[in-house]
């Protein structure tokens, strides 16, 4: 019976001690350390270089697992960076495309 007892109580205050700490978990938003109007292509242009200075040093070392994992990090960031820019590009090409639509038919932009 005590041992039972002893159990119960454990568990109880164990479920107390669980809620106690979700309840006071807070998460904090965190915000881009970026001026207003600039994009993050110089940014990610310069954190692929130092990734392939790492990769060098690596290899230089004779690590060549982790001067994979730098390659990859700069592969990964070369991608989005021109994904980025064909869709800033086909967006660029859209405008323009409205802009001559709209000077070839003389009609103003509402």
């Known amino acids: 019976m005590f041992a039972k007892t002893t159990l ?6 164990q ?6 700490t979700i309840i006071s978990f807070t998460i904090y938003p965190v915000y881009a350390q970026t001026s ?7 940014s990610m242009i310069e954190s692929a270089r130092m990734h392939i200075r790492a990769a ?5 070392s004779g690590n060549a697992t982790g001067a994979d994992y730098y390659l990859s990090v700069v592969n990964n960031t070369v991608t989005i960076l ?9 967006v660029l090409q859209m405008e323009s495309r409205v802009q001559y ?5 003389q009609v103003s932009p509402q």
Do not use: E, F, H
């Open 8 to 13: 119960v109580l454990i568990t109880i205050l």
């Open 15 to 20: 479920a107390l001690t669980l809620a106690m």
């Open 36 to 42: 207003v109007g600039s994009n993050m292509s110089s």
């Open 56 to 60: 060098d040093k690596a290899l230089a």
């Open 82 to 90: 021109l994904s980025r820019a064909s869709s800033d590009l086909y």
């Open 101 to 105: 639509l709209l000077v070839s038919k």
